[in-house]
């Protein structure tokens, strides 16, 4: 039941999708596991034969075991390691394919943060999970089992005495180490991320940070957290690893050796030798049984995470392709909410080719929602959005991308060049198109320039500029000059209009801007729940 319990946490779809392949290969890395423990318990009887008897038999024996367990040992690892390494490969793969999937809302509620940590460390604690768990179980049950019938073998019942370090150690690694170490170890995450949020915060504002010093802001939360931070580790030193250290002397070979001798010296050299090999090959494990079970804790609470992610329901995905025809946008019959708030409710509205639209409204509303049920990234809860007829949910990841581009609002850059970004739209573009649409976008600025070196106005308009050179013939536009200055903002709105009518692109831009609306070829409000042409 301990086993099942074990794994619950790793029962769900796409993790024993990803693991079903790794399968045949873990079984054969620990079934080599286990004849390398049984070949080194087979050396150590042979050594014990040595003791008694010195032919050279026995010690070929010794010799031919060991070197046997040895390389048994390195199959098990390299057939443990390659079959989980080509989970970790799968797992990552599900994980991005999801993840490209879920709807623009649900991506909110996960941070780069916890995007990092799922793809890094919960695929990592799997990885020792998967990788070193059959290894441990041979350690944890075969060998032990193996080395206490050797013992009764050749001494008797009394030999379990030997057992009494490997009990306590077990009884240790189980019930005390776990206690403590949990009360200290929540303390000491809690306190980390503490740090991390205040030396985030501190980038993010280091220019308020330098006028007001080091003694407000999160300058100092940083500094008091590292000071928490730093007494808890004394205080768990103290109170748990230096009581590991203590119980680990007590518990080495010394107590078995003491314990074998005792009970075994007046059996002859060859039990005295069987009881100081065999106990020590039941107490080495019992000290590795805490970190074994680490590897199990890790690996559920990683399975947890991940099995969390896998919930979070997808976006819907077809085949279906765009016709070779005029591309409209339309919206029919569609019922859209942004939580338990409608956005629009059973609205019918066709976006256009040749027209740039600009849809207004109060801060709230669910404008930015609208904007990526037009691209295909919200799901609407009843109706569809179309694109030359057929439903987006219908069609194709490539389809939709070669079709619908979306600028958010706020959107950043990757951190390399400014070509490198631009290329995003069209790999195949020459440095003369890239130059021209960073002049559109009114952005003087090197190609091999570093955008994390840009401005957040600048940015944006790098933003802009990728889309002037999309082929795409849907553009969708978030607040796109909310950072520009009006003189910016009018030259960048004509020459959106100009791409719009000259190359026959549907362009639908949600903006505040009094100048967006006066200059939009359609100006849309959203007004009771529905989009409304202003009178």
């Not at 042979?46 to 010690?59: F, G, M, N, P, R």
């Not at 010794?62 to 390195?74: D, F, K, P, T």
């Not at 669910?366 to 799901?379: C, D, I, W």
């Not at 198109?433 to 960073?438: M, N, R, T």
Request: glycine letters at 6%.
């Amino acid at each position: 039941m301990s086993s099942i319990k074990w794994y619950s946490g790793l029962i769900n779809e796409p993790l024993t999708a990803a693991l079903k392949p790794a399968l045949p290969m873990l079984a054969i890395g620990t079934l080599a596991a286990a004849l390398s423990g049984l070949t080194k318990l087979g050396a150590l009887w042979c050594l014990v034969q040595v003791i008694d008897d010195q032919s050279v038999t026995w010690i070929i024996g010794v010799g031919a075991l060991l070197l046997a367990s040895a390389i048994l040992s390195s199959a098990a690892s390299w057939s443990t390691h390659k079959a989980e390494a080509g989970f970790a490969a799968r797992l990552r793969r599900q994980v991005a394919k999801h993840l490209i999937r879920l709807p623009a809302s649900t991506l909110t509620r996960w941070d780069d943060k916890k995007l990092r940590s799922l793809l890094s460390n919960d695929v990592l604690s799997l990885h020792h999970l998967v990788a070193h768990l059959p290894a441990e179980i041979v350690t944890f049950a075969i060998v032990p089992l193996v080395s206490i019938a050797f013992l009764v073998a050749i001494s008797g019942l009394q030999a379990l005495l030997v057992l009494t370090p490997g009990a306590v150690a077990a009884l240790y690694y189980l019930w005390f180490m776990p206690k403590i170490s949990a009360r200290h170890g929540e303390q000491r995450a809690k306190v980390m991320s503490e740090i991390v949020t205040a030396v985030d915060e501190y980038v993010r504002g280091i220019r308020a940070s330098r006028i007001y010093g080091a003694q407000s802001g999160a300058l100092a939360s940083y500094h008091s957290a590292t000071d928490r931070f730093t007494h808890g580790m004394i205080t768990w030193v103290r109170k748990v690893a230096t009581a590991a250290a203590v119980a680990v002397s007590l518990l080495q070979a010394v107590a078995t050796f003491a314990i074998a001798y005792a009970i075994t010296y007046q059996q002859g050299t060859a039990a005295i030798a069987a009881g100081l090999f065999f106990g020590l090959a039941i107490v080495t494990p019992s000290l590795r049984l805490g970190h074994g079970l680490d590897y199990v804790s890790a690996g559920r609470n990683a399975a947890r995470h991940l099995t969390d992610f896998f919930r979070e329901p997808p976006l819907p995905s077809a085949n279906a392709r765009v016709p070779e025809s005029r591309v409209l946008l339309e919206a029919k019959a569609v019922t859209l909410t942004a939580g338990e708030q409608f956005v629009v409710e059973r609205t019918d509205y066709r976006f256009s080719p040749g027209t740039m639209t600009v849809i207004s409204g109060p801060s709230g509303a669910g404008k930015t929602t609208l904007l990526r049920a037009l691209a295909g990234l919200e799901q609407t809860l009843s109706g569809s959005m179309r694109l030359a007829g057929v439903d987006l949910v219908m069609l194709n990841e490539e389809a939709r991308h070669q079709t619908i581009r979306l600028l958010p609002q706020g959107s950043s850059a990757l951190l390399t060049s400014v070509r490198e970004n631009l290329t995003l739209a069209d790999p195949e573009q020459a440095d003369e198109k890239l130059e021209a649409a960073l002049r559109q976008a009114r952005l003087e600025v090197d190609l091999d320039a570093h955008a994390g070196n840009l401005s957040g106005g600048e940015m944006q308009r790098l933003g802009l500029a990728r889309m002037f050179l999309t082929s795409a013939p849907v553009l969708l536009l978030d607040e796109p000059t909310s950072a520009l200055d009006p003189d910016t903002t009018k030259h960048i709105i004509k020459s959106l209009q100009l791409l719009a009518h000259s190359q026959g692109k549907t362009i639908v831009i949600v903006s505040h801007d009094p100048v967006c609306a006066a200059e939009a070829d359609v100006h849309l409000q959203m007004q009771r729940n529905t989009l409304r042409v202003p009178e």
